[in-house]
């Protein structure tokens, strides 16, 4: 049986949980909740864990329960344990360097300025792995610096901005699902031209 990895990519705590950085988690709960699974700290990952089946595959979740800026010390503990290789898992994140509503399906990369990309490149010592990027787009003021910026991405989601985000969800889910009876290419030129303005 197929077996599937995806890790999302968040800060732990009710603190985060609706913020616009903890898009990967945000994404993994609303799957997981739809196959009537839940996750459990798994302590040896560093990370909450969530499994199902469907489609033939078994799909495992992940949810670091390290800070973002040490994504990478759960990825490489899974990485580990599972014994798996790097074309297995899938990593979702924000980014606000992409438009609300635009997905970037890519299977290799830098890591853009997104910190825990950073830290799963550095402790893997590759670029060379799967990511979805979700867009959160850039903060909405005319003169962007830094303080801005952070404050943007660990704001929380507007109703707005979570009604366009609902229907990404939605999206990535449905292809995440066909992994294992459509071609890798296929998914990814089907998330890389959706367009949250032709729903």
């Known amino acids: ?55 033939d595959s078994i799909f495992r979740l992940f ?4 800070f973002m800026n040490n994504s990478g010390e759960a990825v490489k503990a899974i990485i580990d344990w599972y014994k798996i290789n790097l074309d297995q898992i899938f990593i979702i994140l924000d980014d606000k360097d992409i438009p609300l509503g635009k997905i970037r399906f890519r299977k290799k990369g830098s890591s853009g300025g997104h910190n825990g990309l950073k830290s799963i490149i550095e402790k893997l010592q590759t670029q060379n792995f799967n990511r979805i990027r979700i867009g959160i787009g850039s903060p909405a003021l005319k003169e962007t610096n830094n303080f801005n910026t952070i404050s943007h991405v660990l704001g929380n989601i507007s109703l707005e901005e979570q009604s366009i985000l609902d229907n990404v969800y939605k999206r990535v889910i449905e292809s995440l699902e066909q992994l294992n009876t459509k071609k890798e290419e296929y998914i990814i030129n089907d998330l890389n031209s959706f367009d949250k303005d032709q729903i």
Request: without cysteine.
């Open 63 to 66: 949810l670091p329960n390290t």
């Open 1 to 55: 049986m197929n077996q599937i990895y995806l890790i999302g990519l968040g800060n732990p705590g009710k603190k985060y949980s609706k913020t616009r950085h903890n898009i990967g988690f945000l994404l993994l709960e609303n799957l997981s909740k739809k196959h009537n699974s839940n996750f459990l700290l798994k302590d040896k990952l560093k990370s909450y864990h969530s499994e199902f089946n469907t489609n």
